[in-house]
């Protein structure tokens, strides 16, 4: 979304784009959070369930995870006889390197830094932020921000499973454009079902879906930079 097909980041969209999602986080927070919710919690279905726990936030780091590590095996099966027993006595920085020189360009190593990424930075911002997830409301009309919070019942801002999924379906877009419709689309149902299932209130999922899309932008960004 913020950068281009020549890798280069459109700086002033990405601030643009901040100030409309911190517009629309607060819109959320004072004014039509709960109404939303309430009239999406109507519509709360297997569907959705099912979706939620398909597109979990430790799925998507579990399953790319092997992924890069399967990479990097394949690759270096490949490699000539003499690099593979040179490489048995190699250190753990040269192992780290070695690592890093095979798959830092890799589309599995692209979507697992993003879902890594964003992973990281909701996680510091579920703490900072500590709001009452909506379960809260639901059961005893009880809402706010008690930060600093490790407890899941205050973690509810930003939605983990929103952020990761446009973490990785985003840079999957970018990878392969002929089904950035596709992906965009499971991303956005992937943050509509975090709200059906009263898991998250509306502003959480804007607020996770701008920290997938900036993770997923700055880390292609990034790593394409580096020769």
């Known amino acids: 979304m913020f950068l281009t097909t020549d890798n280069k980041m459109k700086w002033r969209l990405l601030g ?5 999602t911190a517009a629309l986080v607060l819109a959320g927070v004072f004014w039509f959070d709960a109404p939303v919710l309430l009239m999406m919690r109507e519509l709360d279905c297997r569907f959705w369930r ?3 726990v398909v597109f979990d936030d430790k799925v998507w780091a579990v399953a ?16 000539k ?3 593979r027993n040179e490489r048995n006595r190699l250190s753990i920085k040269a192992f780290v390197v070695d690592f890093w020189q095979k798959t830092r360009h890799s589309n599995v190593f692209l979507i697992f830094c993003s879902i890594f990424a964003a992973g990281l930075a909701v996680q510091v911002l579920k703490v900072v932020i500590g709001r009452a997830r909506p379960i809260l409301f639901e059961a005893l009309e009880f809402t706010g921000f008690y930060p600093p919070s490790f407890d899941w019942v205050f973690n509810s801002m930003p939605s983990g499973h929103t952020a990761i999924s ?4 985003v840079m999957i877009g970018m990878l392969a454009p002929r089904i950035k419709p596709l992906t965009w689309t499971l991303a ?10 009263g898991a998250h209130w509306p502003s959480d999922v804007i607020f996770g879906a701008f920290i997938g899309m900036v993770s997923a932008d700055l880390v292609k960004w990034w790593l394409m930079r580096i020769k």
């Open 16 to 20: 643009v784009g901040a100030a409309v």
């Open 50 to 52: 099912v979706l939620s």
């Open 64 to 79: 790319f995870a092997a992924a890069v590590l399967g990479f990097y095996i394949k690759k270096s099966l490949i490699s």
């Open 81 to 83: 006889p003499k690099m």
């Open 166 to 169: 446009f973490a990785a379906l």
């Open 188 to 197: 956005v149902l992937v943050g509509v079902a975090r709200v059906c299932v």
